[in-house]
């Protein structure tokens, strides 16, 4: 197959400029719009990312036929999630980028040959096994385990559901009451301190929130035990994952491995509101005007399913509008209840996360017409997820601003940059704009990328 003609491209003409007419044609074959494909290849081979998906993939295909190997077509389809292309459909144009063929060791302009179609990309898709899924899996869940330094002393896992509408005949895709929608209903563990992705789960669209999560935190509770002898780990979620069988697991697993804890909201009931009520009364007492008083307490509780009481941290808010009690459960009794809520307020971080992944990188487009493909679909948003937030942790020695800025204000200020790609004998060019506004940025990124070792 060859590259696309875009003599057939009319063109057009602008007649703003006083002296002369400005004529735009898109035939410029050795101009890409993705110079940031640089960084995010520097970073995959300091990380290994897409080596790592690669490896879990399955290919029968007959090797004397093989012209895009699995681990190029792993690269072209995360690097085109983070580079904001995340529609399967965008390979058929972008396979020609002269730049994401050099960033995926093609040449760069090859006129008969570039990168996978949308419809090879989707036959991948498409061959993925359940075996590859697990494996995918237990390696995105290993690599984080390992990056944990030796001397970590807290381990905080942050656990959250969120609804990817559906819009078709997508499998296991059902209405879910709560949401009011046709959906899956995935679930993510996040690293609460540094917004790691650890791991992603796709589940039917009618599952409970807490569906699943007993055994994803049960074993990446035990590889962090194994890693980290003496960290402690606390789990925090809101209300969905507190229920009787997932408290009990982190109960039992404290028991066996120790050091295990966790701090979930509750939802409000008529025996956490009167045990809160003194509290609430006093905050009412001290309330005047429009001031808002907030109070905290704490006391042990038990619903009639539970073999004994526990701690739960009660918030006590009451202001003009009138009273909004809130509660958190806990198994943590050495610290005070104000400080306990406002370390399980921080989870509150968590749903920015999910923000970048389902808003810059549209980590819920899952329009694959079989579960498992819509299930390897959302494993390649999450290692663009990994992928751009070890960019950004790079970034932040060089630049505060961007090295907090979320996906797609990265990408739009640093990746999404236009770049001529010139090849030689001798080389591969690749010129930046000298007007970029983060041409230094961008340079010393790339000295800094170089300089770290790759994976053993």
């Known amino acids: 197959m060859t590259a696309p003609k875009t003599q057939c491209t009319p063109q057009v003409l602008l007649p703003f400029h006083p002296k002369l007419p400005v004529v735009v044609q898109f035939d410029a074959p050795k101009i890409s719009s993705n110079g940031g494909a640089l960084l995010l290849r520097q970073v995959d081979d300091v990380l ?33 999630i983070a580079l ?71 381990v905080i896992l942050d656990i959250d559901a969120t609804d990817d509408a559906t819009h078709g005949a997508q499998q296991l895709s059902f209405f879910h009451g709560y949401y009011d929608q046709h959906m899956y209903h995935p679930v993510l563990v996040f690293d609460g301190e540094s917004g790691q992705l650890i791991t992603a789960v796709l589940r039917a669209g009618n599952t409970h929130a807490s569906r699943g999560a007993r055994a994803i935190l049960r074993r990446l ?44 909201g509750m939802a409000r009931n008529p025996v956490l509101e009167r045990l809160l009520s003194p509290t609430m009364k006093e905050a009412q007492r001290r309330q005047a005007g429009k001031q808002q008083v907030i109070l905290f307490t704490s006391f042990d509780y038990a619903a009639k399913t539970w073999p004994r009481q526990r701690r739960v941290l009660g918030k006590a ?29 921080e989870r509150g971080q968590c749903e920015n996360y999910i923000k970048d992944f389902k808003n810059a990188l549209q980590g819920d487009r899952l329009s694959c017409s079989s579960f498992r493909a819509n299930f390897f679909r ?13 960019l950004r942790q790079r ?24 770049a001529v790609v010139k090849e030689s004998a001798r080389r ?17 990124l790339l000295l800094r990328l170089n300089a770290e070792p790759a994976p053993s």
């Open 317 to 345: 808010d009451y202001s003009w509008r009138g009273p909004n009690p809130r509660f958190v459960l806990t198994s943590l009794r050495e610290f005070p209840a104000e400080d306990l809520y406002r370390a399980y307020c």
């Open 48 to 80: 290994g990312l897409t080596a790592e998906l690669a490896a879990c993939l399955p290919d029968h295909r007959d090797p004397a036929r093989v012209i895009h190997s699995r681990h190029e077509q792993a690269r072209q389809r995360v690097y085109q």
């Open 378 to 390: 959302l494993l390649l948003h999450a290692t663009a997820y990994r992928l751009m937030h070890a």
């Open 84 to 154: 904001g292309h995340a529609d399967c459909n965008d390979a058929d144009r972008l396979r020609w980028d002269p730049l994401l063929n050099t960033v995926c060791d093609r040449a760069p302009q090859d006129p008969h040959q570039g990168l996978s179609s949308q419809p090879t990309l989707s036959r991948l898709e498409n061959a993925v096994t359940a075996s590859s899924l697990r494996r995918i899996l237990h390696r995105m869940s290993n690599s984080y385990v390992a990056s944990l330094r030796p001397d970590t002393q807290v």
């Open 221 to 264: 509770i035990q590889k962090i035990r194994r890693r980290l002898p003496h960290a402690a780990i606390v789990v925090r979620s809101d209300s969905g994952f507190c229920v009787p069988k997932v408290i009990n697991e982190l109960e039992r697993l404290d028991v066996k491995l120790g050091g295990v804890d966790y701090l979930m």
């Open 395 to 418: 970034i932040r020695p060089l630049s505060a601003t961007l090295g907090k800025a979320q996906f797609d204000t990265l990408c739009l200020h640093l990746l999404r940059v236009a």
């Open 428 to 444: 591969i060019l690749v010129q930046l704009p000298k007007a970029f506004p983060q041409a230094d940025t961008f340079h010393d």
